[in-house]
């Protein structure tokens, strides 16, 4: 079975993005395929700021990144870049880590001048981990995902438009 792992780069848990992970996850199941999760939040956060390769939770989630054909990328945007967290894990992958495997970003940020972000800041450094197949990515405004009374997260319909679409195109690719 193919697999997919999402990594989620939000130093708060429960977030907003968390929700649309959820959503991205029940989509990709739904179209037959594996998930596995990384949360960075989880992590050991000593593991991540000393970059510890030893790490026990690291070598795991390297190891799942290794053995799926694609990764989603879903992160907020923190003064106009994805999060420190995201980065001290992304540090932690292996060079070509990334290499042959489809890769989604899926970014939430206050204003559409963040959309940049993607192109100048996140997709430079999955290029470096060999990332050579990145898909345009989804943007989504910090106000087209809310909280709803309920504590679960109402994406907009336009947003849910786009995410399906995307989902569907990387999963259509990996059934390559």
Request: a negative charge.
């Amino acid at each position: 079975m193919k697999k997919v792992v999402i990594i989620t780069g939000t130093p708060t848990k429960p977030s907003r993005l968390h929700g649309v992970v959820d959503y991205v996850s029940e989509q990709i199941k739904e179209l037959g395929l594996d998930v596995h999760h990384i949360d960075v939040v989880d992590m050991p956060a000593e593991d991540l700021l000393h970059a510890n390769w030893n790490s026990p939770v690291i070598q795991a989630a390297n190891q799942q990144i290794s053995k799926a054909d694609a990764v989603v990328i879903a992160t907020p945007i923190y003064k106009a870049s994805y999060t420190g967290i995201l980065k001290a894990f992304l540090d932690l992958i292996p060079e070509k880590g990334l290499e042959n495997k489809l890769l989604l970003p899926i970014i939430m940020g206050g204003t559409k001048a963040h959309l940049l972000m993607m192109e100048y800041a996140l997709k430079p450094v999955l290029s470096v981990l060999g990332a050579n197949q990145i898909e345009a990515g989804v943007f989504i405004h910090d106000s087209e995902a809310r909280w709803a009374d309920d504590g679960k997260v109402i994406i907009d319909t336009e947003v849910n438009n786009r995410l399906t679409v995307s989902v569907e195109k990387l999963c259509k690719n990996i059934m390559k």
